[in-house]
């Protein structure tokens, strides 16, 4: 078997524990997620499971354990390669949605790709389409403030697909959304399950959690999967 | 595409009135820097020069007499009628004890020519016709004054002003008098508006006639301030380091005044904006990145600031005109002035500009990424 074959594809997490000071909030937690794998974590509010999605970003380092994206240890990144992980590999969608306020819808979408250098032209084009994707060419001039929650999550989704991410890391989606803008965002996540990418799914909603293939608890710090 | 000029671009277009806000305070800071060393270093360049140039004179600072028939006389040239008023003006704010320098320099015919020719004079006439009274007037800046007349001694010029007129009359003494109204202009609408210096030189046949004619002023005019060539060197120096002490205190205050407010300004940016650098964080932009597009903000503030400062105080407060004149009149280096100056802001600027790049990092270095995430409903 080569060295190659070796090499585990996606993200893995082994043994991985998060204490701020004397606080445990994440206790020897492991878990893998490649493409294609849907994975939900619900536990509620303060349980760890916004660390671990942290630390599965590449926002937060981890006290112990190991942290590996395709073989390659993330605890040993300096910045300059953690932030080019999180720009390329790794895409955000969150509860408050995150866009900037100063710019526009379609600026917002382009965040990324400007941070990792893409060419102009490739940049508006691209944010133009992700924009259509998610229904919302037609306000990509808007600014936040003129968006409703729902149409703000919509371009918080296309944002974090900009840079083609494998991973999504989704934190409470759902949570400021009315029923029908939460199942767009949902059909939204599916979507990109089925078109190879891998999504992780951080709610505290149990009915949710379940739309998820493979489901984990998570209750002070310790990860479980059901 | 590069984030840091993306977001640069898009910084300013968001924030016009801050950008604008600050870069008036940078042109602010600027100007009151560069005004003053320019003064300083002109002035002190131009003490230097009178030391060099006129060490056999003796210097007396006096309200000017200038008798009313010369006056009279002087008064039908073109161009100089509008200036007279204003020569006349300066000996009475003299006179009556306020502050304004009405110099007058003594030399000596044998050391007439050199000191002209310093001045771009034609000398000969100087030189040819002893026993004439001279009266120059130089008009910098000047604007809907007609060069002077046709005369032979009209040709009299003051180098690179724009206009210059000289007359000359016959004087009753063995005296040249050439008054050089240097820094007075006029305006298009013929209105004069006297600057801060005006000289007038009187030349005598030799030095100890030089020397005996002031002694007789100093003693006539009780209370005149008397320079000598022994006494002015320990005086120019003493005015220079009290000048120069005052003028580096004042640009000092006015550095510490505009450092302050960036610092203001980037602690409630950074403070406001946490969340906003955060998500740029979270979306990928390393620390040098947000470190890169706050600094280039800043630097190009306070670069276009400084070059605006400069250009509003050397070419508009303090007209290029006047800096030429130090240079070329008194053969001061020319350029040490704008040099000078231009150091005075480049200097602070790049010093600024460090520190507040070293903030950033500082304050950058310690953003929780985590804030991106934590955020509830």
Redesign the interface.
């Known amino acids: 078997m080569s060295r190659c074959e070796l090499v585990m594809k996606g993200l893995v997490l082994d043994s991985v524990s998060k204490a701020y000071d004397s606080d445990q909030v994440l206790r020897d937690a492991s878990l893998n997620v490649a493409g294609g794998d849907f994975l939900s974590i619900v536990g509620p509010?303060g349980s760890g499971k916004?660390?671990l999605?942290?630390i599965m970003?590449g926002?937060?380092k981890a006290s112990s354990g190991r942290v590996e994206f395709d073989g390659e240890d993330l605890t040993a990144f300096d910045?300059?390669k953690l932030?080019?992980?999180?720009?390329?590999r790794v895409g955000?969608i969150?509860?408050?949605f995150?866009?900037?306020?100063?710019?526009t819808a379609s600026?917002n979408v382009?965040?990324?790709?400007?941070?990792?250098?893409?060419?102009?032209h490739y940049?508006s084009s691209r944010a133009m389409d992700l924009l259509d994707f998610v229904g919302m060419k037609g306000k990509a001039a808007m600014l936040p403030r003129q968006l409703s929650g729902g149409e703000q999550q919509r371009v918080a989704v296309a944002?974090a697909l900009s840079?083609e991410p494998e991973i999504i890391l989704a934190?409470?989606p759902t949570?400021?959304l009315d029923e029908k803008n939460e199942r767009v965002i949902i059909e939204y996540l599916q979507w990109l399950v089925q078109s190879g990418k891998a999504v992780v799914l951080a709610t505290h909603d149990a009915a949710l959690a379940q739309r998820a293939a493979k489901m984990y608890t998570i209750e002070e710090g310790v990860l479980n999967e059901i | 595409?590069?984030?840091e000029i993306?977001?640069l671009r898009?910084h300013i277009s968001?924030r016009k009135w801050v950008t604008l806000g600050l870069l008036m305070v940078v042109v602010a800071v600027s100007m009151l820097s560069s005004g003053p060393m320019s003064i300083y270093f002109g002035v002190r360049g131009h003490a230097a020069n009178d030391i060099a140039l006129f060490a056999s004179l003796a210097m007396v600072a006096s309200p000017q007499p200038i008798n009313q028939s010369e006056v009279s006389a002087i008064s039908q040239m073109n161009g100089v009628r509008n200036v007279i008023p204003a020569v006349l003006a300066g000996a009475r704010t003299s006179a009556n004890g306020e502050t304004t320098r009405n110099s007058i320099y003594f030399v000596s015919s044998s050391d007439a020519p050199s000191l002209f020719s310093t001045f771009h004079l034609n000398t000969t006439p100087i030189t040819s016709q002893s026993g004439w009274l001279y009266f120059g007037a130089g008009v910098a800046q000047v604007s809907g004054i007609p060069p002077s007349g046709t005369t032979p001694v009209e040709v009299l010029g003051l180098g690179n002003m724009t206009a210059a007129s000289a007359k000359a009359v016959q004087s009753d003494s063995d005296w040249f008098i050439f008054g050089d109204i240097q820094t007075y202009w006029a305006s298009s609408s013929g209105a004069v508006k006297p600057g801060q210096y005006n000289y007038l030189f009187i030349v005598t046949s030799n030095s100890t006639a030089a020397d005996e004619l002031a002694t007789a002023l100093v003693n006539t005019h009780f209370g005149w301030s008397t320079f000598t060539s022994s006494n002015i060197n320990a005086s120019s120096a003493a005015a220079d380091a009290a000048q120069l002490n005052l003028m580096l205190a004042f640009t000092s205050i006015s550095w510490a005044f505009g450092f302050l407010v960036f610092v203001i300004y980037i602690e409630r940016e950074l403070s406001s904006r946490s969340?906003?650098l955060v998500?740029?964080?979270?979306?990928?932009?390393?620390?040098?990145?947000l470190v890169r597009s706050m600094s280039y903000y800043l630097l190009l503030l306070t670069t276009v600031g400084s070059i605006l400062g400069l250009v509003l105080c050397l070419g508009v407060f303090l007209p290029w005109s006047w800096v030429l004149i130090y240079g070329v009149t008194f053969s001061t280096n020319l350029n040490s002035p704008v040099i000078y100056t231009v150091l005075t802001v480049l200097i602070p600027v790049l010093a600024f500009d460090a520190i507040i790049v070293a903030i950033l990092r500082r304050r950058l270095g310690k953003l929780d990424?985590?804030s991106?995430?934590?955020?509830?409903?």
């Open positions: 509010s916004t660390t999605l942290g970003g926002l937060e910045d300059r932030s080019a992980y999180r720009n390329r955000f969150h509860q408050m995150n866009l900037i306020p100063f710019l600026e382009m965040v990324p790709m400007v941070i990792g250098g893409k060419p102009a940049v944002r840079n934190d409470e949570a400021n | 595409m590069r984030f993306w977001y898009r968001k969340r906003e998500t740029f964080a979270a979306l990928g932009a390393s620390r040098g990145q990424m985590m991106f995430l934590r955020s509830e409903v």
